[in-house]
């Protein structure tokens, strides 16, 4: 459904790779290690925020620590609990949820009740504003990324602007200019182009 979630390492203004976590992880690792290694970020494409790694121990532990960990295993012997309301099975998690007494008057009147309704009007918000949340989503990430690494660049604050104005051209002006890593980095996630 979705793309695995990449991660992108700069040294300095440079960058190094693009990867899945435990590639970059190990990259990091080995970068680490080499004498007269410089300042090195990890940051999360999706959300363009940087991220700290445990590194210590050999390749296999620092792995082995970015793996979620496993549930314990539920006893054969045990008993199922009883079935709860809803359909725990299909991944229904309930939680409170707090409106108007119009618009629980207007969920009582829905087919289904109102988890159905509420359920239908969310599927159909996804449907219909998926494109415009996707590009909010690259733009705060782009965001996030170019406030990190060039916060303190010329032109910073207007390609901010630019950016949130989905004014691509302005933008591309304002940071012609910045670090070629940076600047393509930047373009790529805020407009999920192939370039760099």
């Given at each position: 459904m979705s793309n695995p979630a990449n991660f992108t390492v700069f040294e300095n203004d440079h960058r190094v790779t693009t990867g899945p976590l435990a590639e970059v992880a190990l990259a990091?690792?080995?970068?680490?290690?080499r004498p007269g290694a410089s300042s090195i970020l990890i940051f999360d494409d999706t959300t363009g925020r940087t991220i700290d790694l445990d590194l210590r121990g050999s390749d296999a532990e620092v792995v082995a620590r970015l793996r979620p960990a496993a549930s314990p295993p539920v006893p054969a012997a045990e008993p199922e609990p009883p079935?709860?309301?809803?359909?725990?099975?299909?991944?229904?998690?309930?939680?409170?949820?707090?409106?108007?007494?119009?618009?629980?008057?207007?969920?009582?009147?829905?087919?289904?009740?109102?988890?159905?309704a509420l359920r239908k009007l969310v599927e159909e918000a996804r449907r219909r504003n998926g494109?415009?949340?996707?590009?909010?989503?690259?733009?705060?990430?782009?965001?996030?990324?170019?406030?990190?690494?060039?916060?303190?660049?010329?032109?910073?604050?207007?390609?901010?602007?630019?950016?949130?104005?989905?004014?691509?051209?302005?933008?591309?002006?304002?940071?012609?200019?910045?670090?070629?890593?940076?600047?393509?980095?930047?373009?790529?996630l805020a407009f999920n182009d192939l370039a760099g």
């Open positions: 990091v690792k080995w970068m680490a290690d079935r709860g309301r809803g359909r725990p099975k299909l991944g229904v998690v309930a939680r409170e949820v707090t409106l108007l007494p119009r618009h629980w008057d207007w969920l009582s009147t829905q087919p289904g009740g109102a988890s159905v494109d415009h949340d996707r590009a909010r989503m690259a733009r705060d990430a782009a965001y996030h990324f170019m406030s990190t690494m060039a916060g303190n660049r010329p032109g910073f604050e207007e390609a901010s602007r630019a950016l949130f104005a989905s004014d691509r051209h302005r933008f591309a002006e304002l940071i012609a200019s910045w670090p070629p890593d940076v600047r393509d980095h930047i373009v790529k």
